[in-house]
């Protein structure tokens, strides 16, 4: 966002008076419709808009929800004015009315909540001073574009937005290199923009640093809208995918395929158990870690050094900092717990 307009409209939220006495029981409802589709909008979603007095949001999200808004006060901005978004909805609050905060997927996720909390606290805002303030999850681009390939999510991911808008091009670049290293599945958020053409060929430089190019990648644009569109490829053929703002880019780990149209990430039971007849394999037991869990490492880490071999040449097998198995050796083996107590596991544990 641009400096001075930024100053501005900082300067414009600290001169809203938001003292107790001001206040008349206005509320801002901070909405996530999710992609798009009234079908996959939350009813919680659907009743905050119905009891609103006034809908903001930027041109396109207000759009989706047309039918939904005959009749109210409608504010409609550009894509680079949320700042200005959230003090409309302060000041309309603090006039006593129900206002709706559009952003679609999720508020919370690259969405409005965020500068929404930030105008307030510069205006002084505290729950006490009378303007209530919701959140409204709705689904992200995150999850609504992996329902559409498959299940690439199922095991560690992050998203990180391409936008340098916001963010300098460094911390960006950084963030991409550390997760294509970490073998995360990445959601690319914000990849590409009729301005913004080379950021999404740096993330792939970035990333064929550490993965193989053969890396399945799933393209999905305006997820769940009439111009729906998905595409497979590898990471070696991402950046000449059609790709604009609209597009979710899901870069896969090294265990993720692509089979019979479906991206599918294991979460990891090949590691424990026979997928032919289910028995664990040699060394491992249900509902326990993995011999190389923590504790199993940290045993074989210890027998390895006592073995000769040297701390940099652990730190280079395991691809982890050199202070962080130094410092691991130093501290020694814990000793064993003999409860036998069985552990309760989450579906999400294994």
């Known amino acids: 966002m641009n400096q001075l307009v930024q100053t501005e409209q900082q300067a414009t939220a600290e001169a809203i008076d938001i003292s107790p006495s001001r206040q008349s029981g206005g509320k801002i409802s901070l909405v996530g419709i999710g992609p798009g589709s009234h079908a996959h909008m939350t009813q919680r979603a659907r009743d905050v808009i119905a009891e609103a007095d006034t809908i903001i949001g930027y041109v396109t999200y207000i759009k989706l929800v047309a039918d939904l808004?005959?009749?109210?006060?409608?504010?409609?901005?550009?894509?680079?004015?949320?700042?200005?978004?959230?003090i409309h909805a302060l000041e309309f609050a603090q006039q006593g009315k129900k206002v709706a905060l559009i952003s679609s997927g999720d508020a919370g996720v690259y969405g409005m909540a965020g500068p929404t909390f930030e105008v307030l606290f510069q205006a002084g805002w505290t729950p006490a001073t009378g303007v209530e303030v919701e959140i409204v999850p709705g689904a992200s681009a995150l999850n609504t574009c992996a329902s559409l390939v498959g299940a690439p999510l199922t095991h560690d991911f992050c998203s990180i937005s391409l936008s340098d808008l916001l963010t300098p091009w460094p911390v960006i670049a950084r963030r991409l290199d550390a997760a294509a290293a970490a073998d995360f599945v990445c959601a690319l958020y914000n990849p590409k923009s009729g301005r913004r053409t080379q950021q999404i060929v740096e993330a792939q430089r970035l990333f064929l640093r550490h993965r193989d190019p053969t890396t399945p990648v799933a393209i999905v644009k305006s997820a769940y809208r009439p111009k729906q569109r998905i595409e497979f490829t590898t990471l070696e053929k991402m950046s000449d995918c059609d790709i604009g703002m609209l597009t979710t880019v899901l870069i896969g780990n090294s265990n993720t395929f692509i089979r019979e149209g479906r991206m599918v990430t294991p979460r990891g039971y090949a590691n424990k158990y026979s997928m032919e007849d289910h028995a664990t394999h040699d060394g491992e037991k249900a509902g326990r870690s993995l011999s190389t869990g923590l504790t199993g490492w940290l045993e074989n880490l210890h027998a390895d050094h006592q073995a000769g071999v040297s701390a940099i040449e652990l730190a280079q097998r395991h691809h982890l900092p050199l202070d962080y198995i130094q410092s691991t050796l130093e501290q020694g083996l814990a000793s064993p717990s003999n409860d036998g107590a069985t552990e309760i596991m989450m579906e999400s544990e294994a």
């Open 69 to 86: 808004i005959v009749g109210k006060e409608i504010i409609r901005k550009s894509m680079t004015e949320e700042l200005d978004r959230a």
